[in-house]
């Protein structure tokens, strides 16, 4: 038996994606904005529902560039149970992360202890739709009315998500996006904002361009974060098969719910009410009194079966050396349930049988 990861990339046949790059070779446009660049870049905004998506290099660029785009400088309230990637884009643009606690049950934002944090500091909120489980969209836009406030979604686990029949990213002001090898669409790397607003797009267009917004007109202090051709090739091939490979990752997870459910002390992901999920990951939340080892005991147990599962996300941001210190934090579901949680291998190159083994050694640990 060969390893299992955790995530594998979505990758369409070999033939396919020559066949798309062969124009590249006439071309010889490898980047800057191509023709395959805009050609994803429309066909993203079918996809997910947007006006527009401005293409980036990677998730993390989409967050920082978002950021920058609304010119948010003050307070953006966020929650540490995410890949670090969020808190980083919000220091690194000057702004301040205020950590909010989570919910125990989809383990996104808490909307009830939102607004305890907000000040006249507070200038956004950054919430995080976690593994294909979304935010609680409607109290979230409720509060960011209220204050003012600009809701940016890190989506990078969201991509293809619907909420009441429509794509996620159609609420909040923009949605950022993740389109790293691992993520359940992918363009080898890359990123992208999706947003209704026609001047958050420029900005993004031109932020991503070192400022430059045409010949010798330099109107902000800009990177480098455009995507190459390669990529949004990886990408046009990647969209035609992306409903098949969520399709599939659906058949996973209910086969690992129906093999866990009567495992003791094992809890499995609901898919919420009104949501149309993507499966992005299958987290388990493992509680050691009832199944008798730890979160930490059950990882090491199928890592010497040659599974490699994965603790997102532990430890929570606030507890990082990076972190740890610098920000006030009162975030005790987050905390307790980044010592619970693991993702079990979820992609669509998983087996059945893969599937199968993994529930069966995770039952035959229980209390063993
Ligand atoms: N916001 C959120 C909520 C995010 O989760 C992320 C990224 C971001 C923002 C930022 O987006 P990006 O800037 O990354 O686009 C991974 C990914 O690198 C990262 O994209 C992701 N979140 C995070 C949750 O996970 P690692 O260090 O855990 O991945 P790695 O390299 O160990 O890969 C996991 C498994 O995937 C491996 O065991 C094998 C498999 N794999 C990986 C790669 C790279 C492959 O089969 N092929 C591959 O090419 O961070």
Redesign the pocket.
């Known amino acids: 038996m060969g390893d299992v990861?955790?995530?594998?990339?979505l990758m369409p046949p070999i033939d396919e994606y020559f066949e798309e790059v062969k124009s590249i070779w006439e071309t010889k446009w490898l980047t800057n904005v191509g023709h395959k660049h805009n050609e994803l870049e429309k066909k993203l905004c079918d996809f997910l529902g947007g006006a527009y998506v401005g293409l980036v290099v990677?998730?993390?660029?989409a967050?920082e560039l978002a950021i920058q785009a609304y010119g948010i400088e003050g307070e953006i309230i966020t929650t540490p149970f995410?890949?670090v990637?969020?808190a980083n884009a919000i220091c690194r643009v000057g702004a301040k992360p205020v950590f909010c606690d989570i919910c125990e049950n989809n383990y996104t934002i808490d909307p009830d202890k939102i607004e305890k944090l907000v000040t006249t500091k507070t200038k956004a909120i950054l919430p995080?739709h976690?593994y294909g489980n979304i935010c609680y969209v409607d109290e979230i836009k409720r509060i960011a009315d209220k204050y003012g406030l600009k809701v940016i979604y890190?989506a990078?686990?969201a991509f293809g998500v619907r909420y009441r029949g429509k794509p996620v990213s159609c609420v909040g002001d923009s949605s950022?996006y993740?389109?790293?090898?691992?993520?359940v669409f992918n363009t080898i790397?890359?990123?992208a904002v999706c947003t209704n607003n026609y001047e958050i797009y420029k900005k993004i267009c031109v932020l991503r361009d070192f400022g430059i917004n045409g010949e010798g007109d330099t109107i902000a202090i800009g990177g480098n974060a455009k995507m190459n051709e390669f990529s949004a090739a990886m990408g046009i091939c990647n969209l035609r098969h992306i409903s098949d490979a969520i399709l599939y990752r659906k058949a996973m997870a209910e086969l690992y719910d129906s093999l866990l459910e009567d495992i003791p002390g094992i809890r499995t992901n609901t898919v919420q009410e009104n949501v149309e999920s993507n499966y992005s990951y299958y987290p388990i939340i493992i509680n050691p009194n009832e199944y008798g080892h730890s979160r930490d005991d059950l990882f090491i147990e199928l890592q010497k079966h040659d599974i490699?599962t994965?603790k997102?996300f532990y430890p929570i941001i606030t507890e990082m050396p990076a972190y740890k210190g610098k920000y006030e934090c009162d975030t005790p579901i987050a905390k307790s349930i980044s010592e619970k949680i693991m993702t079990l291998p979820m992609h669509d190159s998983l087996s059945k049988e893969d599937v199968g083994r993994i529930c069966e050694i995770i039952r035959s640990y229980y209390r063993y």
């Open positions: 990861f955790v995530a594998r990339p990677n998730g993390h660029a967050l995410t890949f990637s969020t995080v976690v890190d990078a686990h950022c993740s389109f790293h090898a691992t993520k790397e890359g990123g490699w994965r997102y």
